[in-house]
């Protein structure tokens, strides 16, 4: 072979090679193991809740077991509307989660229409906590007990008043359905916060209110709020004297708010089975679990089915309520 018929097949030879470089670059990208990048974590709330605060700790944990970042953008609005409907509009390829709420259990019923199907186009993953209510009143309240309370409450159909939060929050689904299951007359005042709320009762503007715990746990601290009860199947482990309206006699009456794990339909299983072993692992960390219990948060993990059931139980169960309390879908 001549120099110069040498030289060509040389170049042919390295032209081949190079196009099988290109060829394969794609195939070798897409065969980097999960996570290769940044994980996106959509919360329907505004930075500095306990739900934020939630989903930043135990998404720092689970990142450093992913060997991957994963970033919270809240992007708080109406019902957690526009939150969901971000999440499942993105591409399934497990770099976009929601944090799922009961929020999301109590707006399909708050809407006339909702742009997406949260049953059908969310994927779940795992539960990471759940926060218990507190029925507080201010620590000079003449009512030292809930039995005080309810017997006063009885015997003077609607003059007490109830201080929650918005409509249509589990706080105030939550004054609504203990007035049912109670069967008493009560006023129930909405504010637009805590903050609002809290100097209601300080006030004596309303004469018991029902707040999530995380931002009462100061206020009982420092003895400016009583609590009369919390509203989980259990006593809630930093407030052990408090216990809870079901032991009070409050019958079939256990409220929750919780925060979960999902995914946009069409994700790959062993995508979420990542996710969630990720997850549950750090929900096992006791500075983790010890933090988040500091927060008023259970915290607690399941299967992506027991989370699928705690959806569709909760959609069913807070339909009841908000048809019960009047409340019209906009």
Do not use: C
Not at 46 to 67: E, F, H, I, K, S
Not at 128 to 150: C, H, M, N, W, Y
Not at 176 to 193: C, H, I, N, Q, W
């Amino acid at each position: 072979m001549s120099p110069a018929s040498r030289h060509a097949h040389a170049t042919r030879r390295a032209a081949l090679g190079a196009l099988g470089a290109g060829l394969l670059a794609p195939q070798a990208w897409a065969e980097r193991p999960y996570p290769a990048h940044m994980i996106s974590l959509v919360l329907p709330f505004a930075p500095g809740g306990v739900a934020d605060l939630t989903a930043r700790q135990v998404g720092q944990a689970m990142g450093r077991r992913l060997q991957q970042s994963i970033i919270v953008d809240n992007r708080p609005g109406a019902g957690g509307i526009v939150a969901t409907h971000n999440v499942v509009m993105a591409a399934p390829d497990g770099y976009t989660l929601l944090l799922l709420s009961n929020a999301n259990a109590v707006s399909v019923h708050l809407f006339k229409k909702l742009p997406y199907d949260v049953t059908r186009q969310l994927l779940p993953i795992t539960t990471l906590g759940f926060f218990d209510l507190a029925i507080v009143v201010p620590a000079e309240s003449r009512f030292k007990t809930l039995p005080d309370l309810l017997n006063t409450a009885r015997a003077q159909p609607g003059k007490l008043t109830v201080g929650t939060i918005s409509i249509g929050s589990t706080q105030h689904l939550a004054a609504e359905l203990f007035k049912s299951r109670t069967g008493t007359d009560m006023a129930v005042v909405p504010y637009k916060g805590t903050p609002a709320l809290l100097n209601a009762l300080r006030s004596g503007e309303v004469d018991l209110g029902f707040e999530i715990l995380s931002p009462l746990l100061p206020q009982l601290d420092a003895k400016v709020m009583r609590a009369l009860a919390v509203t989980g199947p259990q006593r809630f482990s930093l407030l052990p004297e408090v216990p809870t309206a079901k032991e009070l006699g409050v019958a079939d009456y256990v409220v929750q708010s919780w925060n979960a794990l999902a995914a946009p339909a069409g994700t790959p299983a062993p995508l979420l089975e990542t996710l969630r072993q990720a997850a549950v692992a750090a929900l096992a960390e006791p500075e983790l679990r010890d933090r988040l219990t500091h927060m008023g948060v259970r915290p607690q993990s399941s299967t992506p089915a027991e989370l699928g059931q705690l959806l569709q139980q909760e959609i069913q169960h807070w339909g009841e309520v908000v048809r019960r309390a009047g409340i019209k879908p906009e």
